[in-house]
């Protein structure tokens, strides 16, 4: 641990008393637990302190409780990759290679060029800020920067993008790699309107900018293999965090080692078909919800997902229930005017449409869907219009084939019963509607009722498949992402009755006892709040998630050597976040280290220069230094990136 100025704060953790209230703390923070990401990790490791009180008797199978972890050697080689696969199935891969899923990950250098970028550089303004794109041979640069009144530059910050996400269709992000910790960059290409704007969700928080840090979850779906490091549940990855870029063959099929070693020994028979024979996955061969799986791996989040203790987003293999690894929250179904379901995603809106109830759960994704060839533009039409007939050829379209054929249907049974919205969660996008309506919905049809404040439901009823101990968990960790996300009070109080009652279930569970320690800050009670924090770091403790909290909560409260010691454990896990160093600048100048403090926030303004706390608070670090010259520059900068902003909300309004 690093001691600032060669102090020694070496008391015990349990001993230290709440310091005097600090004088300087509101410039630097305000009263708010920063970076909550319920969900975003979990760990499994037996703590290293007095034992808390026993869990009640349990009345499901103990063996339920200790699960054995799915294989955690990253580095174990079950994966031979595509190109492997391309040696005896050359005709499919080389298909498949033209899929959207194929080409959902790329490096900047060989991503497909779809962007515009006029001449060497491409602008474009939004909240107040502005933002650039630059081409330099194979490198992509994203520059956000903040011009004042007369042009002149307050603050630019540059950010070279290492991996584009999507493949073009749609949209494509990008990523920024750290050495194996990532992070979106604020700007997105989208391809339907041919402009470039901020990324998804950035328009409600424009203020995340670099900062925004991708998870596990978000590289299960959206890559062919990474390599994580340690329990893969910390989204931290290797420096180079993918072995196979976009969507792969083992990505459905499993893993393929075994299999190519089977057939290069020649040990096969040609009436071997089964997954058992064949050592691999076929899914077409996989009955009900584990086909299902393949697909509802990536294209069934709901509204969100919840691991199982022990596990981890890279542990779904082809041929598991994807329950066997999470368990996915979905919300009431709105009613629209006309009497309709409107569903969060297309699997829930699939699943609610006459074709899939009336099937007996014969339908499914690639009913309609090839998984290894996309139609192009000029052959979707016939090629759903087929799929369609497979099953209502015999009661075909009830309009005559001349209307059917005008513009801008074209004789596609989709532009009817499938319409493409705007109602896609991607801004500047369309998707289409897959409650497959007979009659199709029109714009007056809009919900009637909000489901805010009505618990999220789990997924298919797959709680009566889950022992009751893992279903009380999932639920409570959801109802406090639920709570989170709607600022919602009732929906507190039952978060945390419920986290209560799963960590009586299981007291070294870090993932609840750190969600606990969360909602009981935002109760305003830290004595627990602390407790539970501390508890969770008993058990791990380099949980990203804790840390950063305790800090947080330890600087409220005053205990400073607390709080220093959590965020200097935190940035030996996570340098890149911006947000940590008001807080820690303001621990260290409330416990004398000025110069330590000063240099902190400079940091901090290097990550992120619109942190208006922070650079309030280094003006008055400076001040108090004695360099007038320095507190006065970011006094000045301070104005100009206010003015600019409420400048900016002033158009808005």
């Known amino acids: 641990m690093t001691v600032q100025n060669g102090s020694d704060h070496s008391e015990p953790h349990s001993s230290e008393e709440p310091a005097a209230k600090p004088s300087v703390l509101g410039a630097a923070v305000g009263v708010a637990i920063l970076g909550l990401l319920i969900g975003g990790f979990v760990y499994l490791l037996m703590p290293r302190h007095e034992p808390p009180p026993q869990p009640p008797k349990q009345t499901e199978d103990p063996q339920d409780l200790a699960m054995p972890n799915p294989q955690r050697d990253w580095h174990s080689g079950e994966y031979v990759g595509s190109q492997t696969c391309a040696e005896c199935h050359a ?41 650039r794109v630059q081409r330099d041979g194979d490198r992509m640069i994203h520059t956000e920067f903040m011009t004042d009144s007369d042009g002149e530059l307050v603050y630019e910050q540059s950010e070279e993008v290492d991996y584009a996400v999507g493949s073009g269709e749609n949209a494509r992000t990008y990523l920024i790699n750290h ?18 704007d901020l990324s998804p969700g950035y328009h409600d928080n424009p203020a995340q900018r670099f900062n925004r840090r991708i998870l596990d979850g978000c590289v299960q779906c959206h890559s062919g293999h990474s390599i994580p ?63 299902d799986s393949v697909c509802y791996q990536c294209h069934m989040g709901g509204k969100h997902r919840v691991l199982r203790k022990g596990k981890t987003y890279h542990d779904f293999r082809p041929g598991m229930a994807t329950e066997d690894i999470w368990t996915v929250m979905v919300s009431p179904a709105q009613v629209s005017a006309d009497g309709n379901a409107e569903f969060l995603s297309h699997v829930e809106q699939m699943e609610s449409s006459a074709c899939f ?21 000029e052959e979707r039409a016939a090629f759903y219009r087929e799929r369609c007939n497979s099953c209502h050829s015999d009661r075909g379209c009830s309009l005559p084939i001349e209307e059917r054929e005008q513009p801008p249907a074209l004789n596609s049974c989709a ?65 406090a992402e639920q709570a989170m996300q709607e600022s919602d009070q009732r929906l507190t109080l039952q978060a945390i009755a419920a986290l209560e009652e799963a960590l009586r279930h299981d007291p070294y569970d870090v993932e609840v006892s750190s969600s606990l320690g969360v909602f009981y800050c935002v109760t305003r009670n830290d004595a627990k709040a602390m407790r539970w924090l501390e508890a969770a770091l008993q058990v791990d403790p380099h949980h ?30 996570n340098q890149w976040d911006g947000t ?39 003006a008055q670090l400076y001040a108090r230094l004695g360099d007038q010259e320095k507190s006065l520059q ?16 002033t158009k808005k309004d």
């Open 91 to 131: 005709e499919i891969v080389e298909a498949y290679s033209q899929h959207p899923m194929a080409n959902t990950l790329a490096t900047v250098a060989d991503a497909s060029p779809i962007e515009r970028v006029e001449g060497d550089s491409t602008e474009f303004e939004s909240h107040g800020r502005r933002y």
């Open 580 to 618: 940590i160093f008001g807080p820690y600048a303001a621990i260290l100048a409330n416990t004398g280290h000025l110069q330590d403090a000063v240099k902190v926030a400079e940091r901090g303004l290097r990550l992120d220069p619109t942190q208006l706390k922070l650079r309030g608070f280094a």
């Open 544 to 573: 990203e998630l804790s840390l950063k909290n305790h800090g947080m909560m330890a600087l409220q409260t005053g205990m400073l050597d607390k709080g220093r010691r959590s965020f200097e454990s935190y940035l030996e896990v």
């Open 634 to 649: 970011h006094r000045k900068i301070l104005q100009k990136i206010q003015k600019r902003l409420s400048d900016s909300d």
């Open 179 to 196: 050495g194996g910790v990532m992070f979106e960059s604020p700007i997105t290409w989208y391809t339907e309107k041919g402009i470039w």
């Open 415 to 479: 532009h009817c019963h499938l319409p493409s919205s705007g109602s896609s969660d991607i801004p500047h996008t369309s998707a289409s509607d897959h409650r497959i309506l007979r009659k199709p919905p029109t714009k007056n049809d809009v919900a009637q009722e909000s489901n805010r404040g009505v618990a999220w439901s789990i997924f298919d009823n797959s709680d009566q498949r889950m022992p009751q101990w893992v279903v009380q968990r999932a639920k409570a960790l959801a109802l």
């Open 357 to 377: 109830r009336g099937s007996e759960g014969q339908m499914r994704c690639t009913t309609c869907h090839d998984p290894h060839r996309s139609p192009k533009p």
């Open 229 to 291: 490091t340690g329990d893969g549940t910390s989204a931290r990855f290797e420096e180079q965090p993918f072995t196979e870029l976009g969507i792969s063959c083992e990505r459905c099929h499993g893993p393929g080692k075994q299999h190519v070693e089977k057939f290069q020994a020649d040990d096969w028979e040609a009436g071997d078909k089964s997954a058992e024979d064949m050592l691999i996955v076929n899914p077409a061969q996989l009955e009900g919800r584990l086909a």
